[in-house]
């Protein structure tokens, strides 16, 4: 072994002046700031259940359209193909891209057989584009990163337990991206029902070994594992989204008003949604993209490599080889990628490289 590739531990060594590279984070900040940051969120949950009322409701705007009926004589409305939308929101000079993934709610036909495969392919689709642009000979200088970073998982507030379609649902997407659940509409339920129902449901999440964001990691201090276990305490979030104005005691707040009093959504008595608005927004924003990246799409990641690998003749691992692999990724989607060197000489190291995959159009 050479002696340059040893690792040595650095002394810790005080300076007797300031230098001023203490200044890298106000770099890093500046930077950052200039060119901006992406999220996407994917809300995946039957029809009817105030999906697209949620969203506007934590962004505090108007981003997508729902589907609701406005008028007891209008026809029912419902997403029926997979819908991206995007926006450039900006708070305190903070640039943010927000995606939102529509999609059609699940469960609603008589045969539901498969009914959840167009949202777990839309999500590997994503990592898929964004493997092909990483592999790419030229690469942009900034990948637009269209991946899920969070799927906001909308449980029917029925009181008594999850469907079967949901827990299958849910097994589904833990593998593929950050799933954090939430039990629409429910202030149609009392606190002791919610309480019970939130009861059920972590006993079957635990019981089918569903596995939900935020995940446990010892690169976390004691603060970030404490913040993360009063999370998970409180998943699923019972929430009431609405986009509506309602005036308690000459102030206008977000709520509902029904025949028995008026709900607040950012009441922490009436309902969790100021505690899903802050896990989003104020704590796990940034983590929730790094999770992403380093988690479940680095798994993606090292399939489609390790396909290729596998697939690599015997006696060709010097370089000279030609790969045409198929990896079959379990949501009847293949990707092929290919490699080839035409080069003769052993001692030309130069390789062509093509990926070729179907072809997928990131959100904007």
Known sequence: MSSSSLVVEPAATSLEGYVGFDTITQQIEKKLLKRGFHFNVMVVGQSGLGKSTLVNTIFASHLIESK??????????????IETVSHLVEENGVHLRLNIVDTPGYGDQVNNENCWEPIIKYIKDQHSAYLRKELTAT????????????????ISPTGHALKSIDIVVLKKLSEVVNVVPVIAKSDSLTIEERQAFKQRIKAELVFHNIKLYPYE??????????????????????????????????????????????????????????????????TH?????????????????????????????????????????????NDGHSHSIASSNNAKSPTNSSHAMSVSSPT?????
């Open 68 to 81: 609701a009926r406005l008028a007891a004589d209008e026809p029912t409305r419902q997403t029926t193909e």
């Open 139 to 154: 690469r942009e200088r900034y990948i637009q990163d269209s991946r899920i970073h969070c799927c906001l998982f909308f």
């Open 217 to 282: 990691s010892d690169e976390d201090d004691e603060q970030e594992q404490a913040l993360n276990e009063s999370i998970r305490d409180l998943l699923p979030f019972a929430i009431v989204g609405s986009e509506r104005n309602v005036v308690i005691d000459g102030k206008p707040v977000r709520g509902r008003r029904n025949r028995y009093g008026i709900i607040n959504v950012e009441n922490e008595e009436h309902c969790e949604f100021i505690y899903l608005r802050n896990f989003l927004t104020r």
């Open 285 to 329: 924003l940034q983590d929730l993209i790094e999770t992403t990246a380093q988690i479940h799409y680095e798994a993606f990641r090292a399939k489609q490599l390790l396909a290729i690998k596998e697939s690599t003749h015997p006696g060709s691992s010097q370089g000279n080889f030609a790969v045409s692999s198929q990896s079959n990724l």
């Open 360 to 364: 997928i159009d990131s959100p904007a």
